[in-house]
């Protein structure tokens, strides 16, 4: 069921002077207070940082700052490792030679998190439950220093090529890539050590990006994705060895594609939770979940730079 709030003078003001459907707002004001809300709007208007992570599969951290250094950028190394912010660009990021040779991959912070959270070790077995563009995937290789096995799921065949692209242009060996439906992955009655779920979502968290999605109500939206969200996070657990790891993360702010899917786990699986190291305690008492579940991380564009976005971290026990 997706949550809805009466409107209020205040939500009707907020979403005219920035052309938000009220349906979006009226329920930020609830979920985050009316302060934080116009913070996080004014966020999604200016826009984020672009950032870059370093693919030492293919050159020195150090090397690559140098050099982008050498050509004019200014960046700045961030918390997350591997990740740096664009400062300074005298032209695009994703127009150098070092680009194209695959020395860095242009991502966002947020994005940086759910590999780092998953912790691949060289020798394990670990699937992508929705690979491409391959941001994802190409950085759990590199965690992986390009050993082990990485099953890179995607279902869209349009979006197959550029994962494959990105797959060698990363100088990434270890991963084979499979156009599957990651709902039916449990299905091979494989058992693997390590799964990441980046699920496709609402896409609340990435108003930044794509304005017209501030204009859509967006209900029909949660609702559906939340569904799916309970089909792929199960079909995982089922797949994971015993002491496996899932790491789930979605980049909108609704919370019934986060917290409220990492209770359904809880209450469906033999699952426990670990901390995420960065972000924002996720809502847990707000909505009498699972107080667990506050170890789960939530990002903010006025906080923290990033698109909204969710990450959570289960151990299969």
């Not at 390590?194 to 017209?212: F, M, Q, R, T, W």
Request: charged share 30%.
């Amino acid at each position: 069921m997706v949550m809805d709030f009466p409107s209020t003078k205040e939500s009707l003001e907020l979403s005219k002077k920035y052309g938000y459907n009220e349906f979006i707002v009226r329920r930020w004001i609830n979920f985050f207070g009316f302060e934080e809300t116009v913070k996080i709007i004014e966020a999604m208007e200016t826009g984020i940082p672009k950032h870059i992570r370093v693919n030492t599969i293919k050159i020195d951290e150090k090397e690559l700052i140098e050099r982008l250094e050498g050509r004019g950028f200014v960046l700045e190394r961030t918390e997350v490792p591997f990740c740096y912010k664009v400062v300074e660009e005298p032209y695009s990021i994703g127009a150098t030679s070092e680009y194209l040779m695959g020395y860095y991959y242009v991502m966002e912070k947020s994005s940086c998190i759910p590999p780092l959270a998953l912790d691949p070790k060289t020798n394990e077995i670990v699937v992508d439950f929705a690979s491409a563009p391959g941001g994802k995937t190409t950085f759990i290789a590199q965690l992986m220093r390009n050993r082990g096995v990485i099953l890179a799921l995607e279902l869209n065949s349009e979006r197959i090529q550029a994962l494959i692209d990105n797959v060698h242009r990363m100088g990434v060996l270890n991963t084979a890539v499979i156009q599957m439906n990651s709902v039916d992955f449990c299905k091979l009655n494989l058992k693997v050590d390590k799964i990441l779920l980046d699920a496709p979502c609402s896409g609340e968290g990435v108003i930044h990006k794509d304005k017209n999605r501030k204009k859509v109500d967006g209900r029909k939206d949660i609702e559906f994705c939340s569904n799916l969200q309970r089909d792929l996070i199960s079909s995982a657990l089922k797949s994971l060895k015993d002491g496996g790891v899932l790491v789930y993360s979605t980049c909108t702010l609704a919370p019934e594609e986060n917290e409220f899917v990492v209770q359904f786990a809880l209450e469906n699986f033999d699952v426990k939770i670990e901390k995420v190291m960065w972000g924002d305690r996720a809502l847990a008492k707000e909505f009498g979940l699972d107080p667990e579940i506050e170890k789960c991380r939530r990002f903010y564009p006025h906080k923290h730079k990033t698109s909204g976005f969710f990450v959570a971290k289960l151990v299969k026990l």
